[in-house]
T-cell receptor
Framework: AQSVSQHNHHVILSEAASLELGCNYS??????LFWYVQYPGQHLQLLLK??????LVKGIKGFEAEFIKSKFSFNLRKPSVQWSDTAEYFC???????????FGIGTKLQVIP | DAGITQSPRHKVTETGTPVTLRCHQT?????MYWYRQDPGHGLRLIHY???????DKGEVSDGYSVSRSKTEDFLLTLESATSSQTSVYFC???????????????FGPGTRLTVT
């Protein structure tokens, strides 16, 4: 069975600081990788996804993620965070049938103005 | 945003009572999912559906059942609610295109359920 590990459960940054959230997965086959974001009081929405091709993926709101197959990692980055990036971020892995994905436990990001 | 609604949005119920949560989509997506979200656990899959009347268990299915009689509706039933089922429940859908690869899941607004 696949699993997803998010290393940082709670991150606090000042505005303009750079962000990197770690995500590692365990699955030996072909995977599809996602980052979702959940703003306070809202539902999850997709930030970015990787299916194949260029391992550096760009998403919405200036976020990007890099797939490193040898490290089973898909870390999320943003060069300069804003207060509006305060949210919970979930890494997810999809593999196998029925379009099922496995989510990590999430990382809460708090950006201080 | 995809047209996914959940009802009710909030519910308080007593231990031992049955509860049904409804997910309704207007996207004609084939796949539908029920998750629960709990602090420290992220999202965990309860049940999913890959077509009308086609459902299967997820990782935390004990105490829950589902039904899907129409493409647009996916019902989650707590057969006899317990305090451990106090959670936020999210429905999600996915189109699951035929060319392979994974498609993003679209989430509903969630239902906050409290079992007293």
């Amino acid at each position: 069975a696949q699993s997803v590990s998010q290393h940082n459960h709670h991150v606090i940054l000042s505005e303009a600081a750079s962000l990197e959230l770690g995500c590692n997965y365990s699955y030996g086959g072909t995977v599809n990788l996602f980052w979702y974001v959940q703003y306070p009081g809202q539902h999850l929405q997709l930030l970015l996804k990787y299916f194949s091709g260029d391992p550096l993926v760009k998403g919405i709101k200036g976020f990007e993620a890099e797939f490193i197959k040898s490290k089973f990692s898909f870390n999320l980055r943003k060069p300069s965070v804003q207060w509006s990036d305060t949210a919970e971020y979930f890494c997810a892995v999809g593999s196998g049938g029925y379009q099922k994905v496995t989510f990590g436990i999430g990382t809460k990001l708090q950006v201080i103005p | 945003d995809a047209g996914i609604t959940q009802s009710p949005r909030h519910k308080v119920t007593e231990t031992g009572t049955p509860v049904t949560l409804r997910c309704h989509q207007t996207e004609n997506h084939r796949y539908m999912y029920w998750y629960r979200q709990d602090p420290g656990h992220g999202l965990r899959l309860i049940h999913y559906s890959y077509g009308v009347k086609d459902t299967d268990k997820g990782e935390v299915s004990d105490g829950y059942s589902v039904s899907r009689s129409k493409t647009e509706d996916f019902l989650l039933t707590l057969e006899s609610a317990t305090s451990s089922q106090t959670s936020v429940y999210f429905c999600a859908t996915s189109s699951g295109g035929g060319t392979g690869g994974f498609y993003e899941q679209y989430f509903g607004p969630g239902t906050r359920l409290t079992v007293t």
